[in-house]
């Protein structure tokens, strides 16, 4: 069995193979292996190509932008998502808009550590997808099984334009597949995570499989619940929402991430502004509450969307 980290690991390993323009740079990415492992062995197998960086993810990220000026592929680690507001201008007011600026291209990778793990607390759990989706320039992946970290990272590299990667903490040791992917659905592309006819679940990250435990549970009340897993928020598959949201008549769209202004707010704008006539009753979210992400594991459990809140929202959403 393969676990998301590990697909990770292996879909760096083969780019840096393939690609003699690939470099990983990060804050102890090197021997060490990266705060949760994921660069594990590359530093030895790649000398020269996975480089410590200074405590600095303004300079990070600068760094990374002038080697992609200069036609390389740079994959730049946070070493988690939270500090990556800390080289925020250099993303969003540099790399976002360069292509548009001087239509020279930007081909960097920022992979973001992302979500909440118990005990992790305000600075080491956030999820930033939809700070980032906010600006013109820069695609956000957000991969919620193995087979999409493995595949969706190589096709990250590919791109030419800016990627923010986030990749989900909880599922690095937690989520395992059979066997990397030999193809994969393009990006932009939602993916239909189950079949259903009650009610759609819309979701990403962590929450895809929350929400498939959900959808499980309420097959004992008689209801088939299907769920969107949209794997990139920026761009965002409307076409696949409308058209899921045209077979169950109702949406519940699910975020770990806080409500305002978020990726559930997007969705639910999209689908009442162009789906108006497809929904039987008003679309629903369900978000982490709006307030600083708790240290103690009982108060996150609470914090963020759970299972068992899912199958509270979805219920509420049927009988409405």
Same mark, same amino acid.
């Given at each position: 069995?393969?676990?998301?980290?590990?697909?990770?690991?292996?879909?760096?390993?083969?780019?840096?193979?393939?690609?003699?323009?690939?470099?990983?740079? =990060?804050?102890?990415? %090197?021997?060490?292996?990266?705060?949760?492992?994921?660069?594990?062995? &590359?530093? !030895?197998? *790649? #000398? $020269?190509?996975?480089?410590?960086?200074?405590?600095?993810?303004?300079?990070?990220?600068?760094?990374?932008?002038?080697?992609?000026?200069?036609?390389?592929?740079?994959?730049?680690?946070?070493?988690?998502?939270?500090?990556?507001?800390?080289?925020?201008?250099?993303?969003?007011?540099?790399?976002?808009?360069?292509?548009?600026?001087?239509?020279?291209?930007?081909?960097?990778?920022?992979?973001?550590?992302? =979500?909440?793990?118990? %005990?992790?607390?305000?600075?080491?759990?956030?999820?930033?997808?939809? &700070?980032? !989706?906010? *600006? #013109? $320039?820069?695609?956000?992946?957000?991969?919620?099984?193995?087979?999409?970290?493995?595949?969706?990272?190589?096709?990250?590299?590919?791109?030419?334009?800016?990627?923010?990667?986030?990749?989900?903490?909880?599922?690095?040791?937690?989520?395992?597949?059979?066997?990397?992917?030999?193809?994969?659905?393009?990006?932009?592309?939602?993916?239909?995570?189950?079949?259903?006819?009650?009610?759609?679940?819309?979701?990403?990250?962590?929450?895809?499989?929350?929400?498939?435990?959900?959808?499980?549970?309420?097959?004992?009340?008689?209801?088939?619940?299907?769920?969107?897993?949209?794997?990139?928020?920026?761009?965002?598959?409307?076409?696949?929402?409308?058209?899921?949201?045209?077979?169950?008549?109702?949406?519940?769209?699910?975020?770990?991430?806080?409500?305002?202004?978020?990726?559930?707010?997007?969705?639910?704008?999209?689908?009442?502004?162009?789906?108006?006539?497809?929904?039987?009753?008003?679309?629903?979210?369900?978000?982490?509450?709006?307030?600083?992400?708790?240290?103690?594991?009982?108060?996150?459990?609470?914090?963020?969307?759970?299972?068992?809140?899912?199958?509270?929202?979805?219920?509420?959403?049927?009988?409405?």
């Amino acid at each position: 069995m393969i676990t998301y980290l590990q697909a990770l690991n292996a879909a760096l390993d083969k780019l840096l193979a393939d690609d003699p323009r690939v470099f990983l740079y =990060g804050q102890d990415i %090197g021997s060490f292996g990266g705060a949760f492992k994921v660069t594990k062995n &590359l530093a !030895a197998r *790649y #000398p $020269g190509r996975v480089l410590d960086a200074p405590l600095s993810e303004d300079a990070i990220v600068g760094m990374a932008i002038g080697a992609a000026i200069e036609g390389m592929r740079p994959i730049v680690e946070m070493q988690f998502a939270d500090f990556s507001t800390c080289g925020f201008n250099q993303i969003v007011n540099h790399a976002a808009t360069l292509f548009y600026r001087t239509e020279v291209q930007c081909p960097i990778v920022v992979r973001l550590p992302s =979500g909440g793990t118990p %005990g992790g607390g305000p600075f080491h759990s956030q999820s930033m997808e939809a &700070l980032y !989706a906010h *600006y #013109p $320039g820069l695609i956000v992946m957000t991969p919620g099984t193995v087979e999409d970290a493995y595949s969706m990272l190589l096709e990250a590299v590919a791109i030419d334009d800016p990627v923010i990667f986030c990749e989900h903490k909880f599922l690095y040791n937690h989520l395992k597949a059979e066997a990397l992917p030999d193809e994969a659905l393009p990006v932009g592309k939602a993916r239909i995570a189950r079949r259903g006819r009650d009610a759609t679940i819309v979701t990403h990250g962590a929450m895809v499989h929350e929400s498939l435990a959900a959808a499980e549970e309420l097959v004992s009340d008689g209801y088939e619940i299907e769920v969107v897993d949209l794997r990139t928020v920026k761009p965002l598959d409307t076409d696949t929402l409308l058209a899921s949201v045209a077979r169950t008549g109702r949406m519940l769209c699910v975020s770990e991430a806080w409500p305002w202004g978020g990726v559930s707010a997007e969705v639910l704008a999209r689908v009442s502004t162009e789906g108006f006539g497809l929904l039987d009753v008003p679309a629903q979210r369900l978000n982490a509450r709006d307030t600083p992400i708790p240290y103690h594991p009982d108060l996150w459990s609470a914090h963020r969307p759970t299972a068992d809140a899912i199958v509270a929202s979805t219920r509420h959403l049927l009988e409405m």
